[in-house]
């Protein structure tokens, strides 16, 4: 039934143009006749009206033959989209320039008086479908894709004009979705329109805490985050704002599957967007780690035992390989395996009962050993504090005097509760010693 109807589409084209031609009206109807006569299929009966039409050049009335054709093409799917996407696949088969964005410019008058409009994702199907077919007008090109990316962005809006992160979106997630099989181009320029449109009617803080709300692939929140970070609008002294950023980004690499899932343009511009100390923990191939207190306190195993202690700067020995995991909760947590000795961690064994008191809250139990130990990272202003993963009740502390013996300054743990009180000596800033031999 679809066939036989655009064959008559076919014939109605060829009898529009017969009756625009500047040429004799009987021999223009006899070449229509001796094509309806040939009843050839519908692909050869285009060609054979497309090689007719080229004979009767029109002269003059190009728009008024346009809009006729347009006229008939449209009242031929007549609000059936799937008949749309028929003539559609005919398109190509034209011969002529003409006919051919008559179809293209009709289809797209079409599509926006049906409710398939109204959805991003329709338009983009159309536009795709476009762009895989020749001789489509850039001026038609441009014209479905701009559409597409502000009904996309219109979409997008909801979430940042609501209060509640438990608000779902069904059709926002729908077109989240289907973005993730498309290139990150048209995310990019939704996203443009989208912060024009949302940082206009909303504070930067509300839509830096809102874009958290959406449900998207890491990749896509890699770049909505890095896009929303580069707005001038966000570029502030404004401390709140500038840690619900951090906080977003932290938030991304906390995900298990982060560096497998995003690629690696993104994630550096993730991690330069990042503190010092952090950055390093994801870029550095070593570290070494100095207790803030003193610039010549470097940790790594005391002169004569197996303790840790912090100690002059020297790279050679203070330089450590960084281990990422995660632990059950999905938070990311870090070991630092010892590029001298090659087969040592830094590990904290667990305090003895009765380790700490009301007038001892400090325990010496930060060995140099070969089994594994992970660190909790907690950063603050001036560097970055160690918590034990393995109880988060325990923080490295070091540059206390009265805990040394001799030459050998040992670091220590305090009580995690501690932390606030003890913040110099328990915070510890990170150098990049990549180059170390």
């Known amino acids: 039934m679809a066939t036989l109807s655009f064959t008559w589409l076919l014939l109605l084209l060829g009898l529009q143009y017969s009756f625009a031609a500047d040429h004799n009206i009987q021999n223009t109807e006899s070449k229509i006749l001796s094509i309806l006569n040939a009843s050839f299929p519908v692909q050869e009966l285009l060609y054979h009206i497309d090689v007719w039409r080229n004979d009767a050049p029109l002269a003059g009335v190009e728009h008024t033959v346009s809009s006729n054709l347009e006229s008939v093409i449209r009242s031929e799917v007549a609000g059936d989209w799937e008949r749309g996407k028929l003539v559609l696949q005919f398109a190509n088969q034209a011969r002529t320039v003409q006919l051919k964005e008559a179809i293209y410019t009709a289809l797209w008058k079409e599509l926006q008086q049906t409710k398939q409009i109204y959805d991003p994702?329709?338009?983009?199907?159309?536009?795709?479908?476009?762009?895989?077919?020749t001789d489509v007008p850039l001026e038609l090109m441009d014209l479905v894709y701009t559409a597409f990316i502000h009904r996309s962005a219109q979409l997008l809006e909801a979430p940042f004009h609501t209060g509640s992160p438990d608000a779902t979106f069904p059709l926002v997630n729908s077109l989240v979705q289907r973005l993730t099989f498309s290139t990150l181009d048209y995310l990019r320029?939704?996203?443009?329109?989208?912060?024009?449109?949302?940082?206009?009617?909303?504070?930067?803080?509300?839509?830096?805490?809102?874009?958290s709300y959406?449900?998207?692939?890491?990749?896509?929140?890699?770049?909505?985050?890095?896009?929303?970070?580069?707005?001038?609008?966000?570029?502030?002294?404004?401390?709140?704002?500038?840690?619900?950023?951090?906080?977003?980004?932290?938030?991304?690499?906390?995900?298990?599957?982060?560096?497998?899932?995003?690629?690696?343009?993104?994630?550096?511009?993730?991690?330069?967007?990042?503190?010092?100390?952090?950055?390093?923990?994801?870029?550095?191939?070593?570290?070494?780690?100095?207790?803030?207190?003193?610039?010549?306190?470097?940790?790594?195993?005391?002169?004569?035992?197996?303790?840790?202690?912090?100690?002059?700067a020297?790279?050679?020995?203070?330089?450590?390989?960084?281990?990422?995991?995660?632990?059950?909760?999905s938070r990311p947590q870090f070991a630092f395996y010892s590029a001298f000795w090659r087969n040592r961690y830094i590990l904290m064994e667990p305090a003895s009962v009765g380790a700490y008191s009301a007038n001892h809250s400090i325990t010496k139990n930060v060995y140099s050993r070969v089994n594994i130990n992970w660190w909790r990272v907690e950063y603050g202003i001036d560097g970055f504090s160690l918590i034990d993963a393995a109880t988060e009740k325990s923080v490295l502390c070091g540059g206390d005097p009265s805990h040394w013996d001799g030459e050998e300054h040992h670091v220590?743990?305090?009580?995690?509760t501690e932390l606030a009180a003890h913040r110099g000596e328990c915070t510890w800033s990170l150098e990049d010693c990549s180059d170390a031999a």
């Open 314 to 329: 020297d790279q050679k020995k203070a330089a450590y390989f960084i281990q990422r995991g995660h632990s059950n909760d």
């Open 214 to 312: 959406f449900t998207a692939s890491l990749t896509q929140l890699a770049l909505a985050n890095l896009q929303l970070l580069d707005r001038e609008e966000l570029k502030s002294t404004n401390v709140t704002v500038q840690q619900a950023l951090q906080a977003n980004l932290r938030h991304l690499l906390e995900q298990p599957g982060f560096e497998q899932e995003v690629e690696a343009t993104l994630r550096a511009e993730i991690y330069a967007s990042l503190p010092k100390e952090e950055q390093l923990l994801y870029t550095a191939r070593k570290v070494c780690i100095r207790n803030v207190t003193d610039p010549s306190a470097y940790i790594y195993e005391c002169p004569q035992t197996y303790l840790i202690c912090s100690n002059p």
């Open 121 to 133: 994702s329709k338009i983009l199907d159309f536009y795709e479908q476009l762009s895989v077919h």
């Open 412 to 416: 220590y743990t305090r009580r995690a």
């Open 189 to 211: 320029d939704i996203l443009e329109v989208l912060y024009d449109a949302v940082l206009a009617l909303e504070t930067p803080l509300s839509v830096v805490e809102r874009l």
